[in-house]
């Protein structure tokens, strides 16, 4: 059983910038694929990023690209999530999640995450 634990969140204005923190309780998490999700107030939740369980590859939604980095420290067992250059549009609650499942073509579709986080709020102003 893996718990995951998101932090960092906050409100910050229209070009600012985050960094989000994934911290599991289980080492295994070190084995697992990690992603980031978010869920904007009236919409489903959707992908944003995610890293093999080594961090040798990431792969991210179109929206986020070029603004968005995913990393992992596996020593530390912690995630993260640096957000940079944020438009209002990003404001959501953001969650991470991890994959038994190995990197691939599943990778950006959350039933594949069996362990998530509680969220944390992440609020751009204009």
């Known amino acids: 059983q893996v718990q995951l634990v998101e932090s960092g969140g906050g409100l910050v204005q229209a070009g600012g910038s985050l960094r989000l923190a994934c911290a599991a309780s289980?080492?295994?998490?070190?084995?697992?694929?990690g992603g980031w999700f978010r869920q904007a107030p009236g919409k489903e939740r959707e992908f944003v990023a995610a890293?093999?369980?080594?961090?040798?590859?990431?792969y991210y939604a179109d929206s986020v690209k070029g603004r968005f980095t995913i990393s992992r420290d596996n020593a530390k067992i912690t995630m993260y999530l640096q957000v940079n250059s944020l438009k209002p549009e990003d404001t959501a609650v953001y969650y991470c999640?991890?994959?038994?499942?190995?990197?691939?073509?599943?990778?950006?579709?959350?039933?594949?995450?069996?362990?998530w986080g509680q969220g944390t709020q992440v609020t751009v102003s204009s």
């Open positions: 289980g080492q295994i998490f070190a084995s697992y694929t």
């Open positions: 999640a991890a994959s038994r499942l190995p990197y691939g073509s599943g990778t950006s579709y959350q039933e594949n995450y069996a362990y």
């Open positions: 890293i093999t369980w080594s961090g040798g590859n990431t």
